[in-house]
Each structure stands twice: as structure tokens, then as C-alpha cells.
């Protein structure tokens, strides 16, 4: 639930997520969701896979690989990142998961964010992402990290809100056709290769993923502040965890 507390905290150090009421006052919310791709490969029977998923409290989607016929992405969701080295870790050393080989190098993790001007936080941070992983309307998938150039954070904020302006204006057009949907995490200090974000665009059908990463391309913030993007993950749900 979102909160709006005026305290004294020393400048630069409340963490915690912030938005804007419709009365213009500035509300907090102390949660996130947490959410973590992992890509195995070796996998030889999706159905006892997706029998041990559902069978286990689990938040999230499998997804069959599009690059590799033996390969599986399991995303899973979190408000306490302690559960994926707990109980997440704990069903992975046990069969099926114990007999495919995990492939790190495609791990991605990252948490859900306010940019400052959401009036409802709690559907910002947990409801819409929850939502999107577990539509079946959507069962296709791209996940990917991104690192912006370090020029990016020297431009002034106006120019930072009109690059990024454009960027999410072709999104949020997409997402108004039904074309694609995106989830939006930070990882900063969180991905192994120092990337800033992931990246998740879900659709109904495969084309119009490639069709709005094609459309990015040519906006100011992938062709000019952009360091580093991929790798690409891309797959088609076979399991998804009931809707909250």
C-alpha cells in the first residue's frame, strides 16, 4: 500500500519508491517485485517439468526455448529475493531440474521501479508485472539486459525526459495495439555483466516482438546511448502461474 511520509532522511538515501497522488502529493511505497530468468538446456521432457511447476507455490512462466530444442526459460517473481536462494534453489536441486544444465551466462534478474509520477504504486510495482507474465493472451516471450553509455547520465533531465519520451512512446503505442507489452526492471549491481536493465515484451504472436525492437533501433536512446544490449532470450510459454 502506498504511503506518504514526510521524514527527515539525510538527502540521497530514501530508497524507497516513489510516485506522485493525484492531488500532486508525493507517495512512497517499501515494495518491489524481484524477478529472475534462468535458461537451462539438456531438457528432455517439458511435461514433467511443468507438472513439478505446478504442483510447487511458484510465480511466474516456463518457456520453451525459440534458440534451442532441448532449452527452457524459467522466470519467477519475487517480493523477497531470499526466495530464490531458498525455495526456488531448494526445487531446482530436485528432479526434473536437476537433470538439465543451467546456463548462467543467461541469467538475467532485475526489480520493478517508479520513474517518480505513477499515482498508483502497488499496481506499478506488483499487480501489472504479475499480470503480464501470467496472461495467456501472451504466451510470447523476449527478455533481454541493456547498459546505457555513461554520456547518457551527463545530458540535462530535459533531455533525459525527451529521449526517454520517445522511447516509451512507441511502447506504450504498441501496448495500445495489443501488439506488445513491456516489463521494465533495474539491475544495477545485480547482473553479472554490470547492465542497468532487463527488458520483457510479451505478445500474442512472434512478429511483433521483432517488429518494436526493430522500431527501437531508431530511436535517440538505442542509437546513441546505448553500450550494450542482449542477450536475447525468445520463447513461448508453456506454463504460466495463475493470475493474481
Known amino acids: 500500500m502506498a504511503i506518504d511520509i514526510k521524514e ?3 538527502a540521497g538515501t530514501d530508497i524507497r519508491e516513489k510516485g506522485r497522488a493525484d492531488d500532486g502529493q508525493i507517495i512512497y511505497m517499501d515494495r518491489r517485485l524481484y524477478i529472475q530468468l534462468l535458461v537451462f538446456t539438456g531438457c ?3 511435461e514433467a517439468v ?3 511447476l505446478q504442483a510447487q507455490n511458484i510465480r511466474g512462466a516456463l518457456y520453451a526455448s525459440l534458440h534451442d530444442p532441448n532449452g527452457v526459460g524459467l522466470l519467477t517473481l519475487a517480493e523477497n529475493p ?3 536462494v531458498t525455495d526456488l534453489r531448494a526445487m531446482l536441486a530436485r528432479t526434473p531440474f536437476a537433470q538439465l544444465t543451467c546456463r548462467p551466462e543467461w541469467t538475467m ?3 520493478t521501479y517508479t520513474i517518480g509520477y505513477e499515482n498508483d504504486l502497488e499496481e506499478v510495482l506488483i499487480g501489472r508485472p504479475s499480470r503480464y507474465v501470467g496472461n495467456p493472451d501472451w504466451p ?3 527478455w533481454y539486459p541493456l547498459r546505457r553509455t555513461g554520456s ?3 545530458l540535462s533531465t530535459e533531455e533525459r525526459r525527451t529521449i526517454l519520451m520517445e522511447h516509451g512512446g512507441i511502447g506504450q503505442a504498441y501496448g495500445r495495439a495489443d501488439h506488445a507489452h513491456d516489463i521494465r526492471l533495474a539491475c544495477y549491481g545485480l547482473d553479472q555483466n554490470d547492465n542497468d ?3 520483457g515484451l510479451l505478445s500474442k504472436d512472434l512478429h511483433p516482438l521483432s517488429a518494436i525492437v526493430e522500431r527501437m533501433r531508431k530511436t535517440q536512446q538505442t542509437s546513441r546511448y546505448l553500450s550494450r544490449i542482449g542477450p536475447f532470450f525468445v520463447g513461448y510459454a508453456l506454463w504460466q502461474s495463475s493470475l493474481p
Do not use: D, T
Open 8 to 10: 527527515n532522511r539525510p
Open 109 to 111: 534478474l532485475g526489480r
Open 152 to 154: 547518457f547520465e551527463k
Open 50 to 52: 511443468v507438472v513439478e
Open 140 to 142: 510470447w516471450a523476449m
Open 44 to 46: 528432455e521432457s517439458l
Open 197 to 199: 536493465f532487463v527488458v
Open 82 to 84: 531470499k526466495f530464490f
